[in-house]
């Protein structure tokens, strides 16, 4: 009978995110596809261990749960290293490098994540999660990263941004929440190619954090909105809190006409670093056509509940920002409502 029970919860389960719920009950199940998916092949195995004789609502939960895996495998399976990956051709006329990080507030492992800033040596070090200690704690780093952005904030969403050289157009943005920063400035390449960065740290849909996805889901859309209205190479990374199968990060993807570097190379999965099976791939970096990623590695572990992950974005020689990819008219009413419904509810 608990076989059963929990067959039947994990054949429903992985669909409640196609309810649209914003209740962060709902939104679990995106969350935990890699971990579901594993667990819906154990209990088929369980079934036909344990059950002596098949009867037909065995057949048909067999082929339910069997199915249930199927619709998942289907939305994980491209960002597996298995996944056929298109490699861009080596033209690049100008690169720069992030290494961007959620530290852990309460994290004093400030060393540690020095010694991963020195072992990638990159462009830009963004830093989620920092406070007025962490601030103090890197203050090292100024040496070789003159050029700073900092927010300290208290509430575990401060932001610090590092680069080895002047930016343009700098602007901390709130554009949700009144107490979680965006970053958003110019950096320019050494061919004076301009890229514009989006730096993000929205909050999850959890019991401790929002209960529902909608501040999340609206920052997310509000900077899809920004990026259509520009012309520029563009770059959003940072802590999303969101997995890049869920719908609302396929629309962006989709409003933007944005890549995702992982896919085919694998999933990087950067939250939780302790727990090897309780890993989702909340930290990303999505790109405009007219860039692609060289190198891409995930940090050795620095104390935080998460991996910073290192980037090497390359402008391609000769290649134009593409335009805006068009949105049909039930797409356009969903991003304008989840801008709506995320500032209605802060």
Request: hydrophobic content about 40%; glycine content about 4%; charged content about 25%.
């Amino acid at each position: 009978m608990v076989l059963y029970f929990l067959i039947i919860f994990f054949i429903i389960s992985p669909f409640f995110p196609t309810t649209r719920n914003p209740h962060w009950f709902f939104r679990t199940a995106d969350f935990i596809r890699l971990q579901s998916l594993l667990i819906q092949l154990i209990l088929l195995g369980l079934l036909f261990y344990f059950e002596e004789e098949f009867t037909t609502f065995s057949w048909i939960l067999a082929a339910a749960l069997l199915g249930s895996a199927l619709y998942q495998f289907v939305k994980v399976f491209p960002y597996s290293f298995l996944y056929p990956r298109r490699k861009p051709k080596e033209n690049s006329d100008g690169h720069v490098s992030i290494l961007a990080g959620n530290v852990l507030q309460t994290n004093d492992c400030y060393s540690k994540f020095i010694d991963e800033v020195n072992r990638f040596s990159p462009d830009l070090v963004l830093v989620m999660e920092s406070n007025k200690a962490w601030e103090n704690g890197l203050a090292s780093l100024e040496k070789d990263y003159p050029v700073t952005v900092k927010v300290p904030l208290e509430n575990f969403y401060g932001m610090h941004l590092y680069s080895k050289k002047k930016l343009q157009n700098v602007e901390v943005k709130y554009q949700i929440e009144d107490d979680k920063p965006s970053i958003f400035f110019d950096y320019y390449t050494h061919n004076n190619s301009p890229i514009f960065f989006c730096c993000l740290h929205p909050a999850p849909p959890s019991p401790s954090e929002n209960e529902t996805s909608k501040e999340r889901d609206a920052e997310l859309m509000v900077t899809g909105k920004t990026i259509r209205n520009i012309n520029k190479p563009t770059v959003v990374c940072g802590d999303m809190n969101d997995v890049v199968w869920s719908r609302t990060t396929r629309l962006f993807k989709k409003m933007t006409g944005m890549i995702d570097p992982r896919v085919g190379r694998g999933f990087f999965s950067t939250f939780h670093a302790n727990y090897f099976f309780l890993r989702f791939p909340l930290d990303h970096l999505f790109h405009t056509r007219d860039l692609y990623v060289g190198e891409m590695v995930r940090s050795k572990n620095f104390g935080s509940d998460h991996f910073a992950m290192y980037y090497e974005i390359h402008h391609k020689r000769k290649v134009e920002t593409p335009k805006n990819p068009k949105l049909n008219g039930d797409e356009k009413e969903e991003v304008d409502e989840l801008v709506e419904e995320g500032k209605q509810n802060t």
